[in-house]
């Protein structure tokens, strides 16, 4: 019998809620035709918002929403996506030649986060805009009313009051499609476009671009670079990792099943190399770790619309990945403050699927319907005792603590064996437990339109006996205790 034993004496942090956050790009159908419709379409909405988006998202409390890319960032002009929506100019869209009709901009999106209860998080144009338009941009949103004249341009817009975004990304992937930058390059930019923000007494919390995965070069390079001039404030440090594939969204083997989730797995090592590194030049850790892009990235031809660019179908495999990541972030919570998958709608490792008046979840979704107990709980220690499979235990977790309730999550990744487990609370005594599990007889399971509840959770109660708690993990499943100490 394997064994989780739960420590609430030892303390790891406290769970951001944003590490629950979500990304959104202008790339294939994430805007147009997943959030946007416009007001006037059939498709049942909120001033152009679609519905059913907005209904599914205020279940799973999406912290914060991350606009407008992604490689799109980096060549789009802010001032492109205000004003009267008919008289907006027609852009390149960057991805896949397409005309970006800024039918969706800074108002639109700002709304957006409003209607779902969640922060806006704006990255900023590094790659083809200037320290200026960046700077304008944050007056823009947060200038008090009235005051400048770009506040009154807002005003004129239809918003009188700022929207008060504390949220900035300096830049996207800055060493590839946000400028190809050098380190040393990128620096001096992230300097000059970081200096004098107007920030109208709200602090502004400056993301500044990371490596993609594991590149210690270009951490080194960046802070050797930025410690040599006078300093401007960085909150967070991003970083992108994709797990890639093995295999297809859809068909894939079992050894491909292990592969991926392996390759999923690596997140918590380059969390661990990433603290470390920023040691060297932040000793007090006062930078925390961004993930603003993370998720499985399958092959192209699974789209369910062909202009929906890289879109994916979810299965079983993708909900133990969004499983696994966050528990890894969970039990670093003392180091990473945010992170936001990759894409909310439409688009790789997405929650939701939408084609015109079609909508459906996918498996995704319900990971983070469950997972959601964590938002700003404490992390404590837990331990999984179990066989392994591929170098990686059978279970894989995270817990959290809030007044006398724990909340624990759990993978099992293996997918033929169900697991009878124990689990323990040091120096305490479980009272009740409700779990909410997630799973299917099929791996490759997964929702469509036409039949959109092929996985979904199910509530299971089970009756703890001498305050221990006994419990069989299904196959491929991801499972979600609520347990309540006497």
């Known amino acids: ?12 942090g406290t769970i951001s809620p944003y590490i629950y956050g979500h990304f959104t790009e202008h790339i ?18 909120i001033n152009g918002i679609r519905l059913s988006l907005i209904e599914h998202l205020k279940r799973i409390n999406p912290s914060v929403i991350r606009w407008p890319g992604g490689c799109f960032a980096d060549r789009y002009h802010w001032q492109d996506g205000i004003g009267d929506r008919n008289l907006r100019p027609r852009r390149y869209g960057r991805w896949n030649d397409v005309t970006e009709p800024n039918h969706f901009g800074t108002h639109e999106f700002i709304e957006f986060c409003r209607l779902v209860n969640a922060e806006p998080y704006i990255a900023g144009n590094v790659g083809t805009g200037s320290a200026e338009e960046f700077q304008q941009w944050i007056e823009y949103c947060n200038a008090p009313k009235n005051t400048t004249t770009l506040a009154e341009m807002r005003g004129n817009n239809g918003s009188i009051e700022p929207f008060n975004v504390k949220f900035w990304g300096v830049g996207n992937e800055a060493w590839g499609c946000g400028g190809n930058f050098t380190p040393e390059d990128y620096a001096d930019h992230y300097r000059q476009f970081t200096t004098w923000l107007p920030a109208y007494g709200l602090p502004l919390y400056c993301i500044a671009c990371g490596p993609n995965g594991d590149d210690h070069d270009w951490t080194r390079r960046f802070f050797q670079q930025y410690a040599k001039a006078s300093r401007t404030a ?11 594939s093995a295999g297809g969204a859809i068909d894939f083997t079992s050894a491909q099943w292990y592969e991926l989730l392996n390759k999923a797995n690596y997140m918590e090592k380059i969390i661990n190399s990433q603290w470390e590194l920023l040691a060297e030049f932040d000793p007090q850790h006062h930078i925390k770790l961004i993930v603003d892009e993370w998720g499985a990235w399958h092959p192209s031809g699974t789209e369910i619309n062909p202009n ?10 993708d909900a133990l990945i969004a499983g696994l990541t966050l528990d890894i972030f969970n039990r670093h919570a003392d180091k990473v403050y945010m992170s936001n998958i990759a894409q909310m709608i439409n688009n790789l490792h997405s929650l939701f699927l939408a084609d015109e008046n079609k909508f459906v979840v996918t498996p995704n979704f319900y990971v983070y319907e469950m997972y959601k107990c964590h938002q700003g ?24 603590m809030k007044d006398k309730m724990i909340f624990l999550t759990v993978t099992n990744i293996h997918i033929a064996d169900s697991i009878e487990t124990e ?28 039949n959109p509840y092929e996985v979904v959770t199910k509530i299971v109660k089970t009756e703890p006996r001498n305050g221990k708690l006994v419990f069989t993990f299904k196959p491929a499943s991801v499972s979600c205790f609520s347990i309540l100490l006497d």
């Open 28 to 45: 294939g159908g994430v805007i147009y035709d997943g959030i946007w419709v416009g007001e006037d379409s059939s498709i049942p909405n």
């Open 308 to 317: 929906h660019l890289f879109e994916q179908v979810s299965t079983m495999r």
């Open 377 to 400: 709980n404490v992390s404590i220690n837990v331990e999984f005792n179990s066989s392994e499979i591929d170098e990686m235990p059978y279970l894989m977790g995270s817990a959290s």
């Open 234 to 244: 960085i909150n967070g440090w991003s970083f992108h990792y994709y797990c890639g």
């Open 1 to 12: 019998m394997a064994n989780i034993v739960i420590d609430p004496q030892k303390t790891i």
């Open 423 to 450: 689990i323990i609370i040091n120096e305490g005594s479980i009272k009740e437990a409700v779990i909410a599990e997630l799973a299917n007889n099929d791996i490759h399971a997964h929702n469509t339109f036409e």
